[in-house]
């Protein structure tokens, strides 16, 4: 199963960041990845804020276990994507204005799930596909590079 994360960083030493949860993944998924694209600076999207992120899009080839819920193995790379971004020091989970908008800041890693095949999930902790990456260059321009690589 193909999996496709999206991977930022606009704190301290981009570069390492992005290399060090590479790293963490690939321990956290079992394997190394299939393929990473370049790393992208972009303006912070969403907020304000003079640090310029770095940004790159990686794909895992993944076995599925025979029998386990496509939804609950997602739910599962979730929650190793965030215990990643606790470990190198991310703090604080989502949080929303008082008209219920997203509202972003600065951070030393951000890892997100765009994709897992054709599979699509609803869930309140969990979109996939990602609904605001084709809003978003700095996941569609990484992303492109290595979808059919």
Avoid at 38 to 56: K, V
Avoid at 83 to 95: A, F, K, N, Y
């Amino acid at each position: 199963m193909e999996i496709y994360l999206s991977l930022g960083s606009n704190l301290g030493d981009r570069r390492h960041n992005l290399e060090e949860a590479l790293y963490r993944l690939d321990l956290a998924l079992g394997r190394h990845y299939d393929a990473v694209s370049d790393f992208i600076y972009t303006e912070p999207w969403g907020f304000e804020s003079s640090d310029w992120f770095l940004n790159a899009a990686v794909r895992y080839c993944l076995d599925v276990p025979r029998g386990t819920d496509v939804k609950y193995f997602a739910h599962n790379v979730l929650r190793k994507c965030k215990l990643i971004e606790v470990q190198m020091g991310r703090t604080g989970g989502p949080e929303y204005d008082s008209g219920g908008n997203r509202v972003y800041h600065s951070r030393i890693i951000d890892i997100d799930i765009l994709l897992l095949d054709d599979v699509h999930i609803n869930d309140d902790d969990l979109k996939i596909p990602h609904p605001l990456m084709f809003e978003r260059d700095f996941v569609m321009i990484p992303l492109r590079q290595i979808l059919n690589v």
